[in-house]
């Protein structure tokens, strides 16, 4: 559970209830600081003095729940007016004491037992027995988590005070948070043992995706590595690229649905550097799986897709990385290396393709060798996939279904009604790398509530160009398609809510047109950006949602947009409750 989870209870102001409210919430007070404490020490660490914080925050939790329990507070809480907020405040006191007593104990061993030092690769090899020991206690702990949190949503918040139902609000946002968190652990331990071989031997191609070439899930897919995966011994068995490797496959190499090849064509089953032109993941890897065995003969068991920029987050953990040729790759350099300066130093492609090939290798080397902080590492990991620049599709539909809903799997969610997604996703149209050189940001609102309780979705989307105006590689002007060979094209993709639809663009007050099509229940608007070097281009996007929120629920919209060089400066504006 998160900090927020139970600092919560610092709003609980209970002294109206008599001495026993006082109580109560002195009890709670004191348990949120203990939980920030134990939260610090595990951080640090320091697993002894996380268990005796535990045990003190366990006789807190209890002593609030004794206060709270008697039969004075249960005959108040059937009374008029101040009853519902009394029941509340017991179910609160309840909640916290089983979450002490059955899930944080779990919690803690798992996290005394995850050390990443133990879980990190050392010599090539991954520890899958700390794993397999660690999966049934995160999901004791998960279950208590998410008993609590049907207790605190079972909770009828119509009526309340308003510190109680805030109090009761932010503690049920706090379960929330911590089952995602915790759901991730859970599968992360019933799955990497699996996958990492400890059932029979599994083969992963590995992609780097080149954000210079923008693509929907990041960049276009340039060197790759196979990896070989055996009872948690890890070894790189191929390597490639795509240009050079893959190369074209006539005819396609598999039938596109319908709604894909109205959006994209055929190329993504043609080009193996156009299999992400759309931004599920899941379509682009079985793609790819397929294109490697035509050209292989080797059936991969799986799909992980990552960038340059992540790799400089791991670099972060793993220190300088030793490359064949050239100077050595660091958190610093490797961005502007990789997408920028090879280009320079190699102008033929296939130089190219041979340096990208062992800064691959070399990278992930040293990642299985376990070079580096161990802790970092995981850190780094997590900020990779967090920002989707670290990707993974399995074969195995079993795994696929546990990978549903997790920040890997590189997909649109099924949208609920008061959570709704909006995806922006760019795909080069230059047949260049001029992305390097280019910003974007996005700013999604929620319009006002209409008559019939709907609103509309407002998307202000601004892309600059940072490109000089000469003295670029003829390889990355590309082919100058825009007539000037330091202008750039981007394609732009609005992805709606499920079941909504985009209503309008403008810009600089100028209808802008668009085409349409579908793809998995949402409407996707394509219009195409032209940026001359130094400037930028701002639109105004109409969008529509899909089916509008039950009475009451507010509307917080999330944002996707396509990983690239620059971070995107996106801000998402919820919207308040119809009435």
């Known amino acids: ?186 599968r992360a331990a019933r799955l990497l043992p699996r996958m990492l071989g400890a059932q029979g031997p599994r083969n992963y191609l590995v992609l780097f995706q080149n954000n210079a070439e923008i693509r929907a899930t990041g960049g276009m897919p340039g060197a790759y590595i196979v990896v070989h995966a055996d009872g948690g011994a890890v070894t790189i068995t191929d390597q490639g690229t795509a240009a050079s490797d893959l190369k074209v496959f006539d005819p396609p190499v598999q039938q596109l649905e319908p709604d894909l090849t109205a959006l994209y064509t055929d190329r993504p089953a043609v080009f193996p550097a156009d299999v992400n032109l759309t931004p599920d993941f899941p379509t682009a890897a079985g793609l790819m799986r397929a294109m490697y065995r035509k050209r292989s003969g080797v059936t991969v068991d799986g799909v992980l897709a990552t960038d340059p920029v992540a790799l400089s987050y791991l670099l972060k953990a793993t220190g300088a990385v030793k490359m064949p040729e050239g100077e050595p790759l660091t958190a610093d350099n490797a961005v502007r290396v990789l997408l920028s300066e090879a280009y320079a130093k190699y102008p033929n492609p296939a130089d190219q393709d041979k340096y990208f090939a062992k800064a691959a290798r070399a990278t992930f080397e040293a990642l299985i060798k376990g070079q580096g902080d161990a802790k970092g590492m995981v850190t780094q990991l997590a900020r990779a996939a967090g920002e989707r620049r670290l990707l993974m599709w399995s074969a195995d539909q079993a795994e696929e279904t546990a990978l549903t809903g997790t920040v890997l799997e590189g997909r649109l969610p099924t949208d609920q009604a008061s959570r709704p997604t909006v995806g922006v996703f760019l795909n080069d149209g230059t047949g260049a790398k001029l992305d390097y050189y280019l910003s974007h940001a996005a700013e999604l609102s929620v319009g006002d509530c209409d008559e019939e309780g709907g609103r509309e979705f407002h998307l202000k989307l601004t892309l600059g160009s940072t490109a000089p105006t000469a003295n670029l590689p003829d390889y990355v002007t590309g082919l100058a398609l825009t007539g000037d060979k330091y202008t750039s094209r981007t394609n732009v993709m609005i992805f709606s809510p499920t ?17 349409t099509g579908l793809e998995r229940d949402r409407v996707v608007a394509v219009f195409t950006v032209e940026l001359p070097p130094g400037t930028t281009k701002t639109y105004d996007v109409t969008i529509q949602p899909g089916a509008a929120p039950e009475d009451g629920d507010a509307v917080r919209p999330e944002l996707w947009t396509t990983p690239g060089v620059r971070p995107w400066q996106a801000s998402v504006q919820p919207g308040v409750a119809c009435s």
């Open 1 to 186: 559970m998160t900090a927020a989870g139970l600092v919560v209870v610092l709003a609980l102001g209970v002294g109206w209830v008599g001495i026993q409210g006082v109580r109560a919430k002195g009890h709670l007070q004191t348990a949120a600081g203990l939980f920030v404490q134990m939260q610090q020490q595990i951080r640090a660490g320091e697993v002894s003095a996380a268990k005796g914080t535990l045990a003190a925050l366990q006789l807190e939790t209890k002593a609030a729940r004794d206060e709270t329990d008697g039969f004075g507070w249960s005959i108040a809480g059937k009374t008029p007016l101040l009853g519902d907020d009394l029941t509340a405040v017991r179910t609160v006191a309840k909640v916290l004491d089983d979450l002490a007593v059955d899930g944080l104990p779990a919690l803690l061993d798992v996290a005394s037992g995850l050390d990443p030092k133990v879980l990190a690769p050392r010599d090539g090899r991954v520890d899958l027995a700390s794993l397999s020991t660690a999966a049934p206690k995160i999901a004791s702990g998960l279950t208590v988590i998410k008993h609590a949190r049907a207790e605190v949503d079972g909770i009828d918040s119509d009526g309340l005070m308003d510190q109680v139902g805030a109090a009761v609000g932010q503690l049920s946002d706090g379960l929330a948070k911590a089952d995602q968190l915790v759901s991730t652990a859970d």
């Open 499 to 515: 079941g909504g639809g985009v209503v309008e663009a403008t810009s600089d007050g100028k209808e802008v047109p668009f085409g």
